[in-house]
């Protein structure tokens, strides 16, 4: 076979929160992440209900939001275990360690307390995973590492990018992979097979949105190493997010399928 299945990745994986991710992937055959972007906690709630069933993973931005409190929070959890999915916060941090343990761990969104999966850019060096690690580790939390950016012109590319292998090969224990675009061109040098490649950038019509964002279609995502599509736009703009939902599962999973 070309690729290892979602099980053996799991089986390989050294994190909890991987282990799950992967295990809720092929329960569900589903390797779509919605990214639900809206700036409504309450239209948040809505659509996660009816995208639920289709996704691994819901991609959430908690500071484009209205309001935030711990009911919403919990709202979020409740909905994460009703339809089984891990909750990805998108909260690329990008700062010391010192300063990163705070900002995961405290403030208006004490983001630890409810997401399984945060990521975070290597531009201060690997103290970054450090200061994350020191509040997510024992949380049973995993952390991505942005390895490339989906969007033109992006500075997050050749040795940068490889840095950010050799930086979660160190990490075993919490980091659980990279947002890449197109990690076949430079995640070969990696040597742990669990380590997941989630890819934003994602629609089924191709093209951009004009301010910078690339799109890919799935399939096309997937033959590139991609494991998980994180969809935005494309699910919560269409007049039927359910139903994009659906089409974007069928269409990642058939691509996933195809690679095997
Ligand atoms: N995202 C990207 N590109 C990256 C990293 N993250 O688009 O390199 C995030 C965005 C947004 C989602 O912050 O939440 O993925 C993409 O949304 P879209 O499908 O609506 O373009």
Not at 78 to 102: M, P
Not at 111 to 127: L, Q, R, T
Not at 155 to 183: C, H, L, Q, R, W
Request: hydrophobic content about 35%; overall charge neutral.
């Amino acid at each position: 076979p070309k690729r290892l299945s979602y099980e053996e990745r799991g089986a390989l994986a050294k994190n909890e929160a991987l282990k799950r991710l992967y295990q809720t992937m092929v329960e569900k055959k589903s390797n779509l992440s919605v990214a639900a972007d809206v700036t409504s906690a309450t239209e948040l709630l809505q659509i996660v209900d009816k995208v639920g069933p289709h996704i691994c993973c819901l991609k959430t931005h908690v500071d484009i939001l209205d309001t935030w409190n711990d009911e919403i929070a919990a709202s979020l959890v409740d909905l994460a275990q009703k339809h089984n999915f891990v909750i990805f916060e998108d909260r690329k941090f990008a700062d010391i360690g010192n300063t990163v343990v705070s900002q995961y761990s405290s403030g208006v969104y004490k983001i630890s307390e409810w997401s399984d999966i945060v990521n975070a850019h290597i531009v201060p060096g690997p103290g970054i995973v450090d200061g994350l690690k020191q509040v997510g580790l024992g949380k049973k939390k995993g952390l991505l590492l942005l390895a490339e950016m989906s969007s033109a012109g992006t500075m997050a590319k050749g040795s940068y990018t490889e840095e950010t292998v050799k930086i979660a090969e160190e990490n075993p224990d919490f980091v659980i992979g990279f947002i890449s675009v197109n990690p076949n061109s430079w995640a070969k040098k990696c040597k742990d097979g669990s380590l997941v490649h989630m890819t934003p950038g994602i629609k089924l019509q191709r093209g951009g949105d004009g301010l910078g964002q690339q799109y890919n279609d799935p399939k096309s995502a997937i033959s590139r190493g991609s494991d998980i599509l994180i969809v935005g736009r494309g699910v919560y703009r269409a007049e039927d997010p359910k139903l994009a939902a659906q089409e974007y599962q069928k269409a990642g999973w058939e691509a996933y399928l195809s690679e095997l």
